[in-house]
């Protein structure tokens, strides 16, 4: 999702994010390229059916790591956006429509 259509959600929601919360809007829709999304549900779908092997391995490896290090970021631009706007995360997550 680009920052466009998470702020275009902000503004359905009724919510209308401030320049200090855009910026933060912007780092919370940073995630895996498009290309590496399908790279990692492929090898993982194939790791399921038919195995990988060792250079298939480390690619999922790698591109789970790089996943989840995203994640803990976005969780931090999260839960920096709702001290923000003094409401809960999950508060935040339902009225923004991030996730």
Not at 10 to 18: K, T
Not at 24 to 36: A, H, M, P, V, Y
Not at 51 to 64: C, D, I, R, S
Not at 80 to 86: I, K, T
Request: with cysteine.
């Amino acid at each position: 999702m680009t920052s466009l259509a998470v702020y275009s959600r902000c503004e359905r929601a009724g919510v209308i994010p401030r320049p200090d919360e855009a910026a933060l809007l912007e780092k919370i829709d940073r995630g895996l390229s498009s290309r590496q999304a399908q790279q990692l549900h492929s090898l993982n779908q194939q790791r399921q059916e038919t195995g990988l092997n060792e250079p298939e391995q480390a690619e999922l490896l790698a591109l789970v790591e790089k996943s989840e290090r995203l994640t803990v970021r976005r969780l931090r631009y999260l839960t920096a956006l709702a001290r923000l706007r003094n409401v809960p995360v999950r508060d935040l997550l339902r009225s923004t429509r991030i996730v």
